[in-house]
């Protein structure tokens, strides 16, 4: 005969798995109070009915928050605000660059030396990478606390975990924050923070000697930083 339900053996061991993923061990769950029709399975209205009273729900840690407010603005309205603040601070900087290069926007310290962007637009800049910098950091350390395999982060790898028998074995803080380091997008924000403090920790150079070409390619890196506006846009669509 065809069987509509889950066994109650494979949904004990799933849902015990779930809540063990969940952080919750201290539930005592037994799967034959949701077996109503007494037929050995749990079907889809057991299901809804065993949803319905024991509510599995993720506990976040203040460190896990603060990371999807940062990292996943979809998910609450600080998120967004904190987002929209991150892009502007892209797209001023990015347009205080583009500025910065037109004649008008650009003196002469001396005579004979090359013309350079107000001072305004440095400061522009600095602002700017000093944002970039905590909001990186800020993220860097909260991943070392996130759980990527709660179910709001990956919900195929979830259900992979209640399916099958293999060990459940959680990431150290070291692996999570080795996992965001080598993530594209964060190497991305890595590659346009960087360039602005090689570029401040050089000795400015001498149009010269060819070392005015380097710094011209580290602030055309630094505008790398406007794939990340694409990227938190898509979030929004």
């Known amino acids: 005969a065809f069987v509509y339900g889950v066994p109650l053996v ?10 063990h993923v969940l952080g919750e061990d201290h539930r005592c769950f037994n799967a034959k109070a949701y077996d109503v029709n007494g037929d050995g399975t749990v079907g889809w209205w057991e299901f809804c009915l065993l949803w319905k009273e024991e509510r599995p729900s993720v506990r976040l840690s203040l460190a ?36 910065s290069t037109l004649p008008s926007m650009q003196e002469q310290p001396c005579p004979t030396c090359e013309p350079e962007p107000f001072s ?28 990527m395999e709660l179910p709001i982060m990956n919900q195929e790898h ?14 150290t803080k070291l692996e999570r924050v080795w996992d ?14 960087l360039p602005s ?20 390619i580290l602030k055309l890196i ?8 694409f990227r938190l846009g898509r979030r929004f669509e």
């Open 10 to 19: 494979a949904f004990q061991r799933a849902m015990s798995r779930l809540f």
């Open 64 to 99: 896990e928050r603060i990371f999807l407010t940062m990292e996943s603005p979809e998910m609450s309205r600080l998120g967004r605000l904190m987002s929209m603040l991150v892009l502007t601070t892209i797209f001023i900087s990015a347009g205080g660059f583009i500025i």
């Open 120 to 147: 305004e637009f440095s400061t522009i800049d600095t602002v700017c990478v000093i944002l970039f910098t905590l909001e990186y950091i800020t993220r860097l350390i909260t991943s070392a606390f996130m759980r």
């Open 158 to 171: 979830i259900i992979r975990l209640m399916c099958t028998d293999e060990l459940i074995r959680w990431p």
């Open 180 to 193: 965001f380091l080598r993530a594209p997008p964060n190497l991305i924000d890595l590659a346009a923070i």
């Open 197 to 216: 403090y090689v570029a401040w920790c050089l000795p400015k150079s001498n149009p010269e000697d060819g070392g005015d070409g380097s710094m011209v």
């Open 222 to 229: 630094r505008l790398m930083r406007v794939v990340r506006a």
